[in-house]
């Protein structure tokens, strides 16, 4: 049972270099809140048809009942700061949520 609805977030994933992430998605450790196991993904060449832009995604492949939940993801130790704060409903149907147009690939070296 989650003791919240909606349900925040908050943890910190330090990411190895850009350079080194699978274009399949690169997930973050799982961190388990709320009694449900959540995990980041990047996507450090887009997802799917979005070619030109890093995409991440906020996932939770197990959760079984509809929970709305609301987080931030933002980059940190760059010399400029990207942050997105959004409100989703996760459910077994759609278990991940995120930015398809995050970052733009040819901006990357500012934000890492």
């Not at 492949?61 to 130790?77: D, L, N, S």
Request: charged share 20%; aromatic share 14%; glycine share 8%.
């Amino acid at each position: 049972m989650i003791d919240q609805e909606p349900y925040s977030l908050h943890e910190t994933w330090e990411t190895p270099l850009i350079s080194e992430m699978s274009a399949g998605g690169s997930p973050s450790p799982v961190w388990k809140i709320g009694g449900k196991n959540w995990r980041i993904v990047i996507f450090p060449k887009g997802y799917k048809e979005e070619k030109n832009y890093l995409s991440i995604f906020l996932m939770s492949p197990k959760i079984q009942a509809a929970h709305k939940v609301e987080f931030v993801i933002r980059t940190q130790g760059g010399s400029k700061i990207k942050s997105e704060q959004c409100s989703y409903t996760f459910s077994q149907a759609v278990p991940n949520r995120g930015f398809f147009q995050f970052i733009p690939l040819n901006e990357l070296d500012q934000y890492t």
